[in-house]
């Protein structure tokens, strides 16, 4: 029986995308951001950040999407802020404005981190500046042989420290080498991406979208609140102590231990077939 809190939750498939398409498996389960201006690779603008930011926010009450693959059109995944478009208007802004801007981006990464499904960017060709930055945000980043990631903030006279550069790209690749690339700008190529654990994975670009596609699927059939709850944790145990991050993993485990789903997985396994995950 639907409770009041279920009935919060509506489905998102037929979710209309005003500024990106927007493509759902034939379960509904996965969700596909696909960047749309393939003749400029894909750049953001005032009105893409903002529809980005709210449809990632609200994904916290789909009641049918359980990942969600983020990629771009026509061989490239995005390179960044539209010059005309973004950077142009920025220059002729006064602080408060700028200030409001910046803290809008800063929100798209906030809702990113903070979606409960989990999210796997898929990505070729050019990657730079905000695009870079989504790839960051991302849980998960497969790519191409030719995927060029480069955060070229300091090439426009800007930080380094944009959208959370500073803070989340050294917990992936490490101080040194997020130094290197925030100071100078420069492309890092997929083989490095690969090698620091920016890249989970690379593909060709033949297959990248079926593999991203393939499992981001495998994790919307897997226990689904289970997956939520590890984003979760991995989120907030950044300022964690030891003691302080051990305790929480314990409730959070429990929280999971109480669900019908580990029975599910129990009584699987026990007759030897594989479990059938409902998110409850």
């Known amino acids: 029986m639907d409770n009041a809190m279920t009935g919060m939750t509506r489905p998102f498939r037929d979710y209309q995308a005003k500024h990106?398409?927007?493509?759902?498996?034939?379960?509904?389960?996965?969700?596909?951001?696909?960047?749309?201006?393939?003749?400029?690779?894909?750049?953001?603008?005032?009105?893409?950040?903002a529809e980005l930011r709210d449809l990632f926010r609200d994904l916290a009450y789909a009641s049918d999407v359980r990942a969600v693959v983020l990629t771009g059109a026509g061989g490239n995944?995005?390179?960044?802020?539209?010059?005309?478009?973004?950077?142009?208007?920025?220059?002729?802004?006064?602080?408060p404005d700028l200030l409001a801007f910046t803290r809008?981006?800063?929100?798209?990464v906030k809702a990113m981190r903070k979606c409960p499904q989990p999210i796997i960017a898929a990505i070729d060709g050019i990657c730079a500046g905000a695009g870079a930055?989504?790839?960051?945000?991302?849980?998960?980043?497969?790519?191409?042989?030719?995927?060029?990631?480069?955060?070229?903030?300091?090439?426009v006279g800007l930080a380094g420290a944009d959208m959370g550069a500073c803070g989340i790209l050294p917990r992936i690749i490490g101080q040194g080498r997020a130094a290197e690339l925030l100071f100078t700008g420069r492309a890092m190529s997929a083989a490095e991406g690969h090698a620091w654990g920016f890249f989970n994975a690379l593909h060709d670009g033949t297959s990248l979208e079926a593999?991203?596609?393939?499992?981001?699927?495998?994790?919307?059939?897997?226990?689904?609140?289970?997956?939520?709850?590890?984003?979760?944790?991995?989120?907030?145990?950044?300022?964690?102590?030891?003691?302080e991050l051990i305790e929480s993993e314990a409730q959070a485990q429990a929280i999971c231990m109480a669900t019908k789903d580990f029975r599910r997985a129990f009584e699987a396994f026990a007759e030897k077939r594989k479990p059938a995950f409902e998110g409850n």
Request: charged share 25%.
């Open 20 to 49: 990106f398409l927007w493509e759902v498996s034939e379960d509904s389960r996965v969700a596909t951001i696909r960047l749309n201006r393939p003749e400029r690779k894909n750049p953001l603008t005032f009105e893409s950040y």
């Open 77 to 95: 995944f995005s390179s960044g802020g539209d010059v005309f478009e973004i950077i142009e208007p920025l220059t002729k802004m006064a602080m």
């Open 211 to 243: 593999e991203a596609l393939k499992l981001a699927q495998s994790l919307a059939e897997g226990p689904w609140f289970a997956h939520t709850m590890t984003k979760t944790m991995l989120n907030q145990e950044w300022a964690m102590g030891i003691e």
């Open 133 to 155: 930055i989504l790839a960051m945000a991302s849980d998960l980043r497969l790519a191409t042989p030719e995927a060029k990631t480069a955060f070229l903030f300091t090439r």
């Open 104 to 108: 809008m981006t800063g929100d798209l």
